[in-house]
């Protein structure tokens, strides 16, 4: 089937450390991002690519880093500068037509231990 | 830049009955398109219903339908017959600038419980 996929579903880390969130996607699209959400709160947007080998920052990425080498997937590094990363994390993948619906992955817990 | 206005926190409503959720933005492009967005507590993200700001007639999918109102900036989503599967967040969001690839900028989001 597809979709898109995100792993692990719960992850967590010590203070300190890095840790990756991978996202991958068979849906063949273009364009993939990560949101950031805190409970009870809406989603922000921490990165974005459009075309693979180029992303851009979004509202929050001071803390992240991420790579697009290849169309199907779209890691999201969690790096110790992330002064407050316990959150739920969400990956989305869209085509370039206009209008189309952004796709979602269950998303993943990051608890900071 | 867009921004999302959702300024019900949490509804409730008893099952059968409809339902308002309410949208408003703030947008200076002339083309663009509104999302909604329906997150249960197992946290995915599900797609409801999309309306482009150029579509003649306001969208609808099953029991959803969005009440577009242009001139005032709102995009109301609603529920009809309201199911107790409908408990859950609901979200509104419209591209950071205009359509295409652009990321969604997301509204607070307004809980929704649904009463037997």
């Known amino acids: 089937d597809g979709g898109i996929t995100q792993s692990p579903k719960y992850l967590f880390r010590k203070e300190g450390q890095n840790v990756t969130l991978s996202c991958e996607q068979n849906?063949?699209?273009?364009?993939m991002y990560w949101y950031r959400q805190d409970p009870g709160q809406g989603l922000r947007l921490i990165y974005y690519?459009?075309?693979?080998?180029?992303?851009q920052k979004g509202d929050i990425a001071e803390g992240y880093s991420v790579s697009r080498e290849k169309k199907e997937s779209f890691p999201l590094t969690v790096t110790s500068a992330q002064k407050n990363p316990t959150a739920f994390y969400l990956c989305?993948?869209?085509?370039?037509?206009?209008?189309?619906?952004?796709?979602f992955g269950e998303g993943s817990w990051l608890t900071v231990v | 830049a867009q921004k999302i206005t959702q300024t019900q926190p949490g509804m409730f409503v008893q099952e059968k009955e409809a339902v308002t959720l309410d949208c408003t933005y703030d947008?200076?492009?002339?083309?663009?398109?509104l999302f909604w967005y329906k997150q249960p507590s197992s946290g995915e993200m599900i797609f409801l219903i999309y309306?482009?700001?150029?579509?003649?007639q306001n969208a609808t999918e099953g029991r959803y339908s969005l009440n577009f109102q242009k001139a005032r900036k709102s995009a109301n989503l609603v529920i009809s017959a309201s199911q107790l599967g409908d408990s859950a967040m609901y979200f509104c969001?419209?591209?950071?600038?205009?359509?295409?690839?652009?990321?969604?900028?997301f509204g607070s989001g307004t809980r929704l419980q649904v009463q037997p």
């Open positions: 989305a993948s869209r085509t370039g037509s206009s209008g189309n619906t952004i796709y």
């Open positions: 849906l063949n699209h273009d364009a």
């Open positions: 690519s459009q075309i693979v080998n180029d992303f």
């Open positions: 947008t200076s492009d002339q083309s663009y398109g």
């Open positions: 309306q482009g700001s150029y579509d003649e």
């Open positions: 969001a419209m591209p950071r600038g205009g359509t295409g690839r652009r990321a969604l900028t």
